[in-house]
Every structure is written in structure tokens, then in C-alpha cells.
């Protein structure tokens, strides 16, 4: 009889789930989650010029516990069960191995050097036992084997590649949910079923929902599929995409599933084949197109992980750019105020600020507000673009490697793009937040500041901030930094 783990990593899912039917082929089937004691608390970023920071932030942990719990119900339903176990993967996994006897492990493999390092040490230490280990692509649109020139081959330009995989590649069918197998016998194993720790056992509080959030992010393949059948089917958002996707306040401006998709709990191809019964029975039009196309976009950052490895995650780059003279918050004064300043959402940039608040607040921020705030950082500030996304990494529902540091090294001028750009923050802020509404939104201090003046705060005298409530200095900051000086000395 054979005995098969599934170690659950970022595939929550009973759905399209590669590693979980290979595992169910077994007469025996063990799911396993494992929380790693590295991806919480102070940790070391690593690399050259490495500095320490906290990786996991209290939203994504609770994310994180919904999902595993919701899974662990789904498991229930089917007859099976889950084990969730404390420590590094290596030593659960063999020690579990050996208790039931297990024959292979299964699992869902990964781009980012991260987490490739932690399952080539699951493989060497199972190998060691003789317990056979199969990894499994199961987080992107495009298969990495169906890739037209391979990793490799990849140009380190979006277009290129997106213009091979929609020629020359194939997005795979959704795999069906496998019937499972009963667990063996868990009698022999010590500790229980385990839980996940609640964000206060991690160390950290326990976030209360802010209602001026966008969408309540609840964790679990559940949640995930319910959010996309209201997006897509029940609310006929798809269809204005395109035309809404750079808004700011409210649920369905951008379809939100990017931290179901970060957690596995939702698998790109599923959207796909939700997009294609869309534009079959409904509408094909160029926002049905543009969901597709920001799903490739995630391809492409993943892929350019697995690519470059450590060099995607440091403060060069895969350009390589040692002309740029980055601050150091942990060497330089002034530089460790602003960045202090910057996450507190105290800039005195109205824009950057109720972007930097909304996230603080509800571990989300939309990818317009992501694009400015970078920028202003990396290249107004030009602070270590790697401290910003460290950051973002604690605070975002939907951390993912490759999206989060790809798309901060891509505007800090080090990433995938050969021009060297910045966001002009005020400009930005009138075009999607013509009337400030979503500044005044965040920044409650700013609500009686008309629209001439709610992005520009400084530009009022005296009189005006008295009539207006607001003193510039007291009840809001001045500006750390003059933008029109910043932009100059970048170009």
C-alpha cells in the first residue's frame, strides 16, 4: 500500500492542483502545511549589503490561517484531513515521512530562490530516507514547460515575452478535483492536528477590519472562488476592466483576486477558463483581454524569478546599475527619518500618504497607489528600493515575490525595463483622483480642502489653511521633499 504526503505550500486549493492528484494516486494520502518560523518575525533580507526586517505583517498572517482552515474543511468533506506542524520543512516532512511509512512526497514548486532553497532541502533530506519527492508547477497561467524558449530563453522585456506565450504557447485545462484517499493511520503521530498560530501567538496584533477598505480579505479557496463568480458573473464587472482597473475606492474598480491567486487558493488557469466562458456567453471586448494580459504579467515576474534568482531581489539588479547612490535607512539619519516618515504615511504627499495608510490599514493598496509610492521612494527619495518592498512584503494580503520585488525594481530603473522613468506623484493624483476624494478618504485632516489644493497642500497661504482647518506643520506635514526639485535631478 503506498503512503503519499501532499506538502501544501502556496496551492491551497482542491482545485487544478497538480501535486494534489499526483498524491491521490496513493492508497494513503497525508496533507501536510508547515509554518516555518523564517517567515516571521525580524529576518535577515539576505544577499550583499543584507539588512533585517519584519517579513510577515499581522493581515497576511490572518489570510494565511483563514486559508489553511478553510482548507483543512475542505479536506474534512472529502473524507480526508490535514496536519499542520510547526518548524522547518526539511525535519517535518522527514519526520512525518518516517512515521507513516510515506513512499513519496508530493509538492507544488516555486520560482523564487526562497522557496526553491527550502524544497531542494525537503528533497536532500527525504532523499537521504529514500522517500521519493515529485515537484509539481502549479502557481502560473503558462506551464514552465510549455514556455516557447524555456526559462532561460525568456526576453527580459514584457512584451517580447508576453507576444511568445500568447503565440506559441498553450494555457493548460484546469485539472478536476481527485477523489482522495483516507489519511493513514494518525493514531502514531504525536501533537494532534495542529493549527496554524493566530497573529497574536506570531507576535503580532490581531487586525480589526477598517471599513474604509476596499473588500473584507478572507483567506480560503472558498472566498476566492466566491469573489471571483461575484466579480466576473454575478456583478458583470469584467466587462468595464479595462476602463476601472486604475481606480482607487470600492470592490469591484479591479477584479481583487490578486491575494487568493498570491496564496493558491485561486489558480490562474480557473480564471482563464472563467474569462473564456465569459467572452463565449457574454462579451469579448479589450477588458476580457486585459485581465488575461495582467495574469501574463504575473507569469513574467515569476518566470523572471526563476530566471535570474538572487540577482532579481538585489539592490542592483538584473541590470546590474552601480551608478545609482541609494540611501541607506540603516546607515544614514536623514534617510532613516524619511523611511520612517514614508511608512507611516507622514510625507506630507497627500497621495503618497493615504495610499502609505490605506495599506498600514488594511494590508491592501491598489496598483496604481503601488506605483507612486514606490517611485516617490526609489526615485525622489532614492532610498533602497529593496527596504520599500521589504516592506510591502509585511504589509500586503497579497505578497508574491515575483510581483512585489519585479514590479518595485521595474520603477526603481534596476528591473525589467530599459528606460529610466519616475511618476510625477501630483499629476498622477489628478488624473485618478480628479476631486480628491480618495486622499480625503485617508487623510480625514485633509477632508475640508477643496480639489485645487488637496494635492498640493503647500501651495495654500496662511489664510487658506485657517479657512480650510488645515496648518501645514500641525495638522498635516509639510512636504519632506520638493517634488519638481526631485524630478529635475533624476532626469
Known sequence: METALWWVRNDARL?????????????????????????????????????????????????????????????????????????????????????????????????????????????????????????????????????????????????????????????REPLPEPSLPPPPDLARLDGGRGAVPTPEELGLEQPEYDDRGVLAFEGGETAGLDRLEAYVWEDDD????????????????????????????????????DVDRYEAERVANDSTYWLLFELRWRDFMAFQTAKHGGQFFARDGIRQREDIDWADPGTDPTAREQFERWKRGETGIPFVDANVRELNQTGFMSNRGRQNVASFLANSLRIDWRRGAAYFERQLVDYDPGSNYGNWAYVAGVGNDSRNSYFDVVKQARNYDEDGEYVRHWLPELRGVPPAYVHEPWEMDQKEQAAYGVVLGEDYPEPMVDLEASYEEFR
Open 238 to 273: 469584467l466587462r468595464e476592466y479595462k476602463r476601472t482597473r486604475n481606480g482607487l475606492l470600492g470592490a469591484d474598480y479591479s477584479s481583487k483576486l490578486s491575494p487568493w491567486l498570491a496564496a493558491g487558493c485561486l489558480s490562474p488557469r480557473y480564471v482563464k477558463r
Open 15 to 171: 482545485h487544478d492542483n497538480a501535486a494534489l492528484v499526483a498524491a491521490a494516486e496513493a492508497e494513503e494520502l497525508l496533507p501536510v502545511y508547515v509554518v516555518d518560523p523564517r517567515q516571521y518575525g525580524e529576518q535577515p533580507y539576505g544577499g550583499r549589503d543584507s539588512f533585517d526586517f519584519e517579513k510577515t505583517g499581522a493581515y497576511r498572517a490572518r489570510f494565511q490561517r483563514e486559508t489553511v482552515a478553510d482548507l483543512r474543511a475542505a479536506l474534512d468533506a472529502e473524507g480526508s484531513g490535514l496536519l499542520v506542524r510547526e518548524g522547518r520543512p526539511d525535519d517535518v516532512l522527514a519526520e512525518l515521512a518516517a512515521a507513516v511509512d510515506a513512499d513519496a512526497v508530493h509538492y507544488q514548486a516555486l520560482p523564487a530562490p526562497e522557496e526553491r532553497e527550502a524544497a531542494r532541502a525537503v528533497v536532500s533530506t527525504l532523499g537521504d530516507a529514500e522517500v521519493r519527492t515529485e515537484g509539481h508547477w502549479t502557481s502560473t497561467l503558462h506551464h514552465v514547460a510549455d514556455l516557447p524558449d524555456g526559462i532561460q530563453g525568456i526576453d527580459d522585456t514584457f512584451t517580447p515575452f508576453r507576444q511568445s506565450v500568447e503565440n506559441d504557447s498553450r494555457v
